[in-house]
């Protein structure tokens, strides 16, 4: 069985620092891409980030770009999200998904789901 969980999340204040975790278990990690959506309230869940299975290659978006950095331990089974100078509109639940091979930023590729992590950002 397939399972994601994430954790880390939690209340910081503006220009703080949050990092997720996204532990895996019930398939081969090292074979699949991992990638990190978030949901705010009333807004649709957006992409994040994401990272490919063996060549790194990561995607991330332009919202976030220069402050928060994807990562991936694949000798622990854990995906990571280093989120750092946090802003207000980053608040939102925060989701592990995985897919496999290549990253993507299509929510639609990803076929198995975390639980989500709040992270409340306040001024």
């Known amino acids: 069985e397939v399972q994601l969980v994430e954790s880390g999340g939690g209340s910081v204040q503006v220009g703080g620092s949050l990092r997720l975790s996204c532990a895996a278990s019930?398939?081969?990690?090292?074979?699949?891409?991992i990638g990190w959506f978030r949901q705010a309230p009333g807004k649709e869940r957006e992409v994040v980030s994401c990272?490919?299975?063996?060549?790194?290659?990561?995607y991330v978006a332009s919202s976030v770009q220069g402050r928060f950095t994807i990562s991936r331990d694949n000798a622990k089974n854990t995906g990571y999200l280093e989120m750092n100078s946090l802003k207000p509109e980053d608040t939102a639940v925060y989701y592990c998904?995985?897919?496999?091979?290549?990253?993507?930023?299509?929510?639609?590729?990803?076929?198995?789901w975390g639980q989500g992590t709040q992270v409340t950002v306040s001024s």
């Open positions: 990272i490919s299975s063996r060549d790194g290659h990561t």
């Open positions: 019930g398939f081969r990690f090292d074979d699949y891409g």
């Open positions: 998904a995985t897919k496999w091979g290549s990253a993507s930023y299509r929510l639609v590729d990803y076929a198995d």
